[in-house]
């Protein structure tokens, strides 16, 4: 099963769209592994977005997100990383489709209410950074059978 690290940005938690959001993942059917409210500092937000750091929009990314506190997320499912991307939308809000999260709450780039990873790789890699092990829950989700198929449940 693939993972995803989602983080609900401080615009989503300013605005009081942690709910709508968190809904729309637990909707699709996702199971989630980890959650909590945390602040992000330079060091971690430096090492997130490495292939960011040499953009001249960079420091204002960094200033944001540390502005207030934010909502992490550990998600499992099957191909998730893709599952989640299209949930989530278009990075610039105003090319997001209409159903997804950012196509529907969010107009600028650069409050564009939710990291999601975008590779497999990547999503393994984000979780480790943002969560230690014993934040991490191992657990059967009963409605699983309604969801998936016996292949797709590994
Ligand atoms: P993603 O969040 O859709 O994966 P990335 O290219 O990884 O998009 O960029 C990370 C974040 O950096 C975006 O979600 C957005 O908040 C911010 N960002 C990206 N490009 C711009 C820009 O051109 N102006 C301002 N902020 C940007
Ligand atoms: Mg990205």
Redesign the pocket.
């Known amino acids: 099963m693939e993972k995803s690290l989602i983080i609900l940005?401080p615009d989503a938690v300013q605005r009081g769209l942690v709910g709508d959001i968190i809904k729309r993942f637990e909707m699709k059917g996702l199971k989630i592994l980890g959650i909590k409210m945390t602040s992000l500092d330079s060091a971690l937000l430096e090492a997130h977005?490495s292939?960011?750091t040499d953009?001249p929009?960079y420091k204002?990314?960094e200033n944001?997100m540390k502005s207030s506190p934010v909502i992490v997320m550990a998600i499992e499912g099957f191909e998730c990383v893709n599952s989640i991307?299209i949930i989530?939308g278009?990075?610039?809000p105003r090319e997001a489709e209409a159903g997804t999260i950012r196509g529907d709450m969010a107009i600028?780039?650069?409050?564009?209410l939710?990291?999601?990873s975008?590779s497999k790789e990547n999503g393994k890699k984000e979780v480790a950074r943002f969560f230690n092990d014993d934040e991490l829950f191992s657990y059967d989700k009963s409605e699983y059978l309604h969801i998936y198929e016996g292949h797709e449940r590994g």
């Open positions: 940005k977005y292939h960011l953009k929009f204002g990314l944001f991307r989530l278009a990075t610039n600028g780039t650069g409050r564009n939710v990291h999601a975008d």
